[in-house]
């Protein structure tokens, strides 16, 4: 937990050294293909590409102000490991094949011993787990806040069969509605993100958080610094900053082999009116690197606010 109170500290204060560059951005394309409820509808105006003064030296990051039609980024490479923010998309997925509104728990799983089993061997790939034993009752609500606020790798798992539909039709339906959404550098090969070879662009990672954001339970439980999981006991998040500097979501993601990423979001009120930005932030090294990719999301976050402020 040291490195948590580590995390959470140097997050709020937002230590992150930036270098000013010329803005190259491209225009992300977004084909929006909503699902049926219990996500919302909105019409966002044609994208156009703004530049900001300030990039993240060396760090890959796009963002968006969708209600404005702002996007820009810095990185045009191939796509990169994107660890736990695959779980943006599982969560996406899970919630159109069982819709749940804001109330309500949804099905349950029961927990069986292969799903013990298969939590041991996530932890034993240093992947975050919560404890599970046989017989215990985990509702869709319960399975996506664990996976969502805490990152856990086995909520995942298990989130994808209590859809009751194959694990590989399950990831053929995350990279379709990846496509449907102009995601078009993204592939997913898992649910959890546990992986390397789930990959995307800053650019293609925002499509998805603003996806999520337009179910209201999602976009409600990415707000949560913590879960309470029956029988094991509150379980922090795992996403910087969020309930702070005006954060409200959505999820962090970090591998040993590629470092860390954040996707962040923020509401103001600009000119009267609540204006949402996203942000993406990947491959970030260099402990704490969940701290620096929360803070350098935010960063560029408040830049493009002042940006809409003033244009």
């Known amino acids: ?36 409820s219990p996500s919302t509808t909105t019409t966002y105006p044609p994208a156009s590409t703004i530049s900001i003064s300030h990039w993240p030296r060396g760090l890959p990051a796009a ?51 292969q799903d013990v089993a ?11 787990t919560i ?52 995601m078009t550098q993204t592939t997913y090969v898992d649910t959890n993100g546990i992986s390397k070879e789930n990959l995307s662009t800053p650019s293609d990672q925002v499509l998805v958080a603003q996806k999520l ?5 999602l976009s409600r439980i990415v707000t949560m610094p913590s ?4 029988n094991v006991g509150s379980e922090p998040s795992y996403t ?3 309930g702070t500097n005006g954060v409200i979501g959505i999820k962090s993601g970090t591998l040993a082999a590629t470092g860390a990423s954040d996707a962040l979001a923020i509401a103001p009120i600009i000119n009267g009116v609540t204006t949402p930005i996203y942000v993406s932030v ?15 999301a935010l960063s560029i976050a408040h830049e493009v606010a002042t940006y809409i402020q003033h244009s």
Not at 118 to 128: E, K, S
Not at 213 to 217: A, D, I, T
């Open 282 to 296: 990947l491959h970030v090294v260099g402990y704490p690197n969940i701290a620096i990719a929360g803070a350098t």
């Open 63 to 113: 963002f968006s102000a969708p209600t404005m039609g702002y996007v820009g980024t810095n990185y045009h490479g191939t796509p990169l490991s994107i660890a736990s923010l695959t779980k943006m998309m599982t969560a996406v997925i899970v919630e159109q094949h069982l819709p749940l509104g804001i109330s309500g728990d949804g099905p349950r799983w029961t927990v069986r011993a």
């Open 1 to 36: 937990m040291a490195c948590l109170v580590l995390i959470t500290i140097l997050a709020l204060i937002g230590v992150v050294v930036l270098k000013q560059v010329k803005s190259t951005a491209r225009v992300a394309t977004t084909t929006s293909s909503m699902p049926s």
């Open 240 to 242: 910087p900053l969020v």
């Open 131 to 182: 404890p599970v034993k046989p017989g215990d009752q985990l509702s869709e609500r319960l399975l996506l806040e664990g996976m969502l606020v805490h990152s856990a790798n086995n909520y995942a798992v298990m989130l994808s069969e209590l859809a009751n539909i194959p694990s590989n039709t399950f990831i053929g339906d995350m990279n379709q509605e990846a496509r449907s959404l102009g």
């Open 118 to 128: 298969m939590t041991q061997a996530l932890a034993h790939q240093d992947g975050i």
């Open 213 to 217: 954001e337009s179910y209201p339970l």
């Open 227 to 230: 879960v309470q999981i029956p």
